[in-house]
């Protein structure tokens, strides 16, 4: 299945990568900046958006949305990849499935469990073996991210916009579980790569930014203090500017 995708300015693409539950809105913002000296390329995943919802019942793996951006990738050639949570776990699949098409990686907070060892993912939230996917698991599945009453706290149109999508985001994070990419995997990544997170965010994707960073042979780490899982949202003026200034240095190199 191919995906919806839209497109800015002129010059090497950056692609940036949604996180789950969410859409190519996310990268708003940032698209308009990059646009001003590249080309910013920014698609809805599967389920999400303008490339259409993800029917109700039907299985799905993230390797759906791999396989779909890779075609994607092919057809605009080597890329920046940006990505957040969900959207960075599939830029760093992308990265490994295709590295001479990936030009650098900037990352806020991947989820790349495979990473965790036994006592690691004892962190997790039982989220990842939860099998609903209806107003309990949406509530679980944002305060383990963001704290105990985020989820009451979102107005009612952010809200059913979760609930819209809620089977294909249930899916993507059991699936998620079963990564098995582990540190000897990304140490062949010889890309140049910007891991960012918040000091805020949960313990178990801290210890996946840490092995990441000690993984990756050119990797650089950047903690926002204050900052959670959700910062390119919260505080998206920062963490925008990070990923420019990692682009602005890529070019100079």
Avoid: C
């Avoid at 830029?91 to 989820?111: C, D, G, H």
């Avoid at 790569?193 to 000690?214: C, D, K, S």
């Amino acid at each position: 299945m191919q995906l919806n995708y839209r497109e800015s300015g002129a010059g090497v693409p950056v692609l940036l990568i949604h996180s789950g539950g969410l859409s190519s809105r996310q990268w708003r913002k940032l698209a308009e900046a990059v646009a001003a000296e590249r080309r910013a390329v920014v698609p809805d995943l599967l389920g999400y958006g303008a490339t259409g919802a993800w029917p109700e019942g039907q299985p799905f793996h993230f390797s759906q949305d791999v396989a779909a951006l890779e075609e994607l990738l092919l057809e605009i050639g080597p890329a920046h990849v940006v990505g957040h949570s969900y959207g960075g776990f599939l830029a760093l699949k992308l990265a490994l499935a295709r590295p001479s098409s990936v030009l650098s990686l900037a990352l806020y907070e991947p989820v790349a469990f495979g990473l965790l060892d036994a006592e690691d993912r004892a962190l997790l939230p039982k989220l990842v073996e939860f099998e609903g996917s209806g107003e309990s698991w949406l509530e679980s599945f944002i305060d383990n991210w963001q704290g105990a009453g985020a989820w009451a706290a979102l107005n009612a149109e952010t809200k059913q916009a979760f609930r819209d999508v809620a089977w294909k985001l249930s899916r993507e994070v059991v699936t998620l579980a079963t990564d098995t990419s582990d540190s000897d995997a990304y140490r062949a990544l010889a890309i140049p790569t910007l891991l960012l997170g918040g000091e805020r965010t949960p313990r178990f994707e801290q210890r996946v930014l840490a092995r990441l960073h000690e993984a990756i042979p050119h990797s650089r780490l950047h903690l926002f203090p204050g900052l959670g899982h959700m910062g390119p949202i919260t505080h998206g003026a920062l963490v925008n500017a990070a990923i420019l200034e990692h682009l602005d240095a890529r070019a100079r190199a």
